[in-house]
């Protein structure tokens, strides 16, 4: 057994390790902080797999912006009294759920394991046309060229899913702003870190969707880079949620899926087909459609996070 393979086992086995323990917590933090440490060694798993943009992916979501929500979620449970008073479950529910699980992750390891050798792919076709999209990072080119109708129809979850959460706000409340996600007073160390870390984190947001189209990254890890900046700036109380009815908060979030679709429309006239792009010009448009879906994932999930407005508007 070679070294890699001695790492790959332990990193296996700390796996499911860190799982057992994200399940079996008692207390809510001590649940969402696994989790986060779950996420990032997923990210590792992802790299040894040879998938780098799955692994930002994983990263910025999985750790980065869920557990920031997953984080105030329990804040606000704790603060309202609901995570005290709710009851645990009983134990035949949890031995009801843990035999799911393990009926599921079989079904799962069948599944892979019957797989052929080697699986089905379309890796040959993707790539034998990936010169025709001026892209060298052929998974950009599935997410905005092969498969583009998928992508944008994505993005438009994520602006029905704004919609639902601010659905939830009471009547006297709409138009206005979400509750701080941070202290009154925050602490210095969150404000140093704030000072710091949010400058790196634009750059290398930029950067990361800037090279996507040649190399791993792009507008969805990007984005999610910025809009865990804008989260620790909104959790150190250097500015506050935006009110719901912020014109340019509203245009941002329309912005990704609007460009996408006048992008595909505009495919029928300049090269003959919706979402089809004109030889020698795919790869500055796709650019500027991945520079706008930037802006609304960096504004889309910060909003989810920061909830239903919980202030009235101001005069």
């Given at each position: 057994?070679?070294?890699?393979?001695?790492?790959?086992i332990?990193?296996?086995?700390l796996v499911l390790a860190v799982a057992v323990w994200t399940i079996a917590a008692a207390e809510i933090f001590g649940a969402v902080v696994a989790y986060v440490a779950y996420g990032l060694l997923l990210s590792i798993v992802w790299v040894r797999l040879f998938a780098p943009d799955v692994a930002l992916t994983e990263a910025a979501i999985g750790s980065g912006v869920t557990?920031?929500?997953?984080?105030?979620s329990g804040a606000r449970l704790n603060s309202a009294g609901k995570a005290s008073?709710?009851?645990?479950?009983?134990?035949?529910l949890r031995l009801s759920a843990a035999a799911l699980a393990i009926v599921a992750a079989a079904a799962l390891a069948g599944v892979i394991l019957t797989l052929p050798d080697p699986g089905p792919t379309l890796a040959?076709?993707?790539?034998?046309e990936l010169a025709a999209t001026g892209l060298g990072n052929p998974v950009t080119a599935v997410l905005i060229a092969y498969r583009s109708f998928d992508t944008m129809l994505e993005k438009i979850?994520?602006?029905l899913a704004v919609v639902g959460v601010w659905s939830v706000a009471p009547d006297r409340f709409w138009g206005g702003a979400p509750a701080p996600l941070g202290r009154a007073n925050p602490q210095g160390a969150l404000v140093l870190l704030e000072q710091t870390l949010v400058p790196l984190g634009i750059l290398v947001g930029v950067h990361t969707f800037w090279v996507g189209a040649d190399e791993p990254g792009g507008a969805f890890q990007g984005g999610a880079i910025l809009a865990a900046m804008w989260m620790i700036v909104m959790i150190a109380r250097v500015s506050e949620p935006p009110s719901v009815n912020s014109r340019w908060l509203r245009l941002a979030l329309i912005a990704g899926p609007g460009v996408f679709l006048v992008a595909g429309?505009?495919?029928?006239?300049?090269?003959?087909?919706?979402?089809?792009?004109?030889?020698?010009f795919a790869k500055p448009i796709i650019l500027f459609i991945e520079a706008f879906?930037?802006?609304?994932?960096?504004?889309?999930?910060?909003?989810?996070?920061?909830g239903p407005p919980r202030r009235s508007p101001k005069p």
């Amino acid at each position: 057994m070679s070294v890699l393979q001695a790492l790959d086992i332990g990193l296996a086995l700390l796996v499911l390790a860190v799982a057992v323990w994200t399940i079996a917590a008692a207390e809510i933090f001590g649940a969402v902080v696994a989790y986060v440490a779950y996420g990032l060694l997923l990210s590792i798993v992802w790299v040894r797999l040879f998938a780098p943009d799955v692994a930002l992916t994983e990263a910025a979501i999985g750790s980065g912006v869920t557990g920031i929500l997953l984080v105030t979620s329990g804040a606000r449970l704790n603060s309202a009294g609901k995570a005290s008073a709710a009851a645990p479950p009983r134990l035949s529910l949890r031995l009801s759920a843990a035999a799911l699980a393990i009926v599921a992750a079989a079904a799962l390891a069948g599944v892979i394991l019957t797989l052929p050798d080697p699986g089905p792919t379309l890796a040959p076709e993707a790539r034998r046309e990936l010169a025709a999209t001026g892209l060298g990072n052929p998974v950009t080119a599935v997410l905005i060229a092969y498969r583009s109708f998928d992508t944008m129809l994505e993005k438009i979850v994520l602006l029905l899913a704004v919609v639902g959460v601010w659905s939830v706000a009471p009547d006297r409340f709409w138009g206005g702003a979400p509750a701080p996600l941070g202290r009154a007073n925050p602490q210095g160390a969150l404000v140093l870190l704030e000072q710091t870390l949010v400058p790196l984190g634009i750059l290398v947001g930029v950067h990361t969707f800037w090279v996507g189209a040649d190399e791993p990254g792009g507008a969805f890890q990007g984005g999610a880079i910025l809009a865990a900046m804008w989260m620790i700036v909104m959790i150190a109380r250097v500015s506050e949620p935006p009110s719901v009815n912020s014109r340019w908060l509203r245009l941002a979030l329309i912005a990704g899926p609007g460009v996408f679709l006048v992008a595909g429309v505009a495919g029928l006239g300049m090269a003959g087909n919706f979402f089809a792009y004109p030889d020698g010009f795919a790869k500055p448009i796709i650019l500027f459609i991945e520079a706008f879906m930037l802006l609304t994932i960096a504004a889309t999930l910060p909003v989810l996070v920061a909830g239903p407005p919980r202030r009235s508007p101001k005069p």
